[in-house]
Structures are given as structure tokens and as C-alpha cells.
């Protein structure tokens, strides 16, 4: 999936995520925020100005927001994100109020609306699991300015596991992976990237230390 997709994902189904910011003290703190819009520019939410989750915005401005869909964990997609934020004001309410009709019951006359602001998550990098496929289907991605620094290895594989060239092509790990994402080539082991969990199973498994996390 791109960031198109996993944003749409994002305000379109899963819509009521988990945001995630850090007080004064740099301790993490949740709450419960609907993503109301996504465009090429960004995600964007609404809250209250005099909430504590605006504050902590004003101040660092930076959020995670991780959601989820499905009937069960094993028939589930979930989608994080996480990045720069800016504060853009009022201009946009009517519209996000508009694809939104729940907020008109929520704030119903003008002096509710005033005590609102928007902000839009414009900059970052984000992730999915989809575990209604199979293998599960797994992926990184990134937007805004961050897209131009990207470099030429697959998002995917960042923070995942490498083997080096101390394989001996034994094929333990390949037994010990869940997913099933490694396969033996040239007598060495070779993992799918964008199939592997990063659970680091294979790398534990190993009986000469030659996979190791990114």
C-alpha cells in the first residue's frame, strides 16, 4: 500500500485511531482522536483549544496516531503514522465538518465551534499490518518532505533483520520463522523483506550470529 492508500484506509474505515504525544516531562500520553480528512498535504483532526492533547501539540509538535480494523486479531489491518504537525486554525472546519455530519450533533451552534482548531499531520512515516492475508502483508512508508530523502531501499526493510555473510546456509532460521519468508539461495539464507514480522525469531535461532537487526 502507499501513504494514499493507508491514509484513506485511515479516515474512511478505521476513522477513530489512538493519538499518541509527550508531556512536559517527555512522558507519553494517549487519547482517543477521529482522522477526518486526508489529502496530498497531510491527515487532519479537530480538538478542542483548551485540552490538554492541544497544549501538548503546541508545544512538541509531533503525534503518533495508530488504528486498527477487523473482526478478530487474526483477520485485522492496522495502520500507525507518526510525524510533524501544524496548527492550521478554523478555515477548515465547515468542511471537515461537512464530511463529517456527527460533529454538527457534537458542536451544534457557533460558540461550540469556536473553542475548536484543526491541525494536520504533514510530514512523516508510517506502517502497516494486514493479517488478513498470507502471508501477512507488511510495509513502511513515508509523506510530506520525508518522501525526498527517501532513499533507494525499500521502506519496508527498515528496522528489519539482514543475513550476513557469516550464513552458513544450515537453514535453521528458515524453520524458525512464523511467516515462512526465508528461503535458502546460492547456500545462503535470504529473507522476503516485505513479507518478514521483524519478530527477530530467525536471528535468535541462528547458531553463528549472521542475521542482525537493521
Not at 450533533?105 to 510530514?123: Q, W
Not at 546460492?186 to 521483524?198: F, W
Request: hydrophobic share 35%.
Amino acid at each position: 500500500m502507499t501513504a494514499k492508500d493507508c491514509f484513506e484506509l485511515l479516515v474512511s474505515q478505521i476513522h477513530t485511531t489512538v493519538a499518541a504525544t509527550v508531556d512536559e516531562e517527555g512522558l507519553p500520553v494517549t487519547c482517543v482522536i477521529d482522522l477526518m480528512y486526508a489529502d496530498e498535504n497531510g491527515l487532519y483532526f479537530i480538538t478542542s483549544k483548551d485540552k490538554d492533547f492541544c497544549k501538548r501539540l503546541k508545544k512538541k509538535p509531533y503525534a503518533a496516531f495508530s488504528g486498527c480494523m477487523g473482526k478478530d486479531p487474526l483477520h485485522s489491518t492496522a495502520v500507525s503514522v507518526r510525524g510533524k504537525v501544524e496548527e492550521l486554525g478554523q478555515d477548515m472546519l465547515p468542511k471537515l465538518f461537512a464530511l463529517n455530519p456527527y460533529m454538527d450533533e457534537i458542536c451544534p451552534d457557533d460558540k461550540s465551534k469556536e473553542a475548536l482548531t484543526v491541525f494536520r499531520l504533514y510530514e512523516g512515516t508510517g506502517e502497516w499490518y494486514d493479517l488478513t492475508k498470507k502471508p501477512v502483508d507488511r510495509g513502511s512508508f513515508v509523506f510530506g518532505q520525508k518522501q525526498q530523502t527517501e532513499t533507494a531501499a525499500p521502506a519496508a526493510q527498515t528496522g528489519g533483520y539482514v543475513v550476513t555473510e557469516n550464513c552458513i546456509g544450515c537453514g535453521t532460521c528458515a524453520d524458525a520463522c512464523p511467516n515462512g519468508c526465508i528461503t535458502l539461495d546460492g547456500g545462503s539464507a535470504v529473507i522476503q523483506q516485505d513479507e518478514c514480522l521483524q519478530c527477530g525469531c530467525c536471528a535468535d535461532a541462528c547458531p553463528v550470529s549472521a542475521i542482525e537487526q537493521q
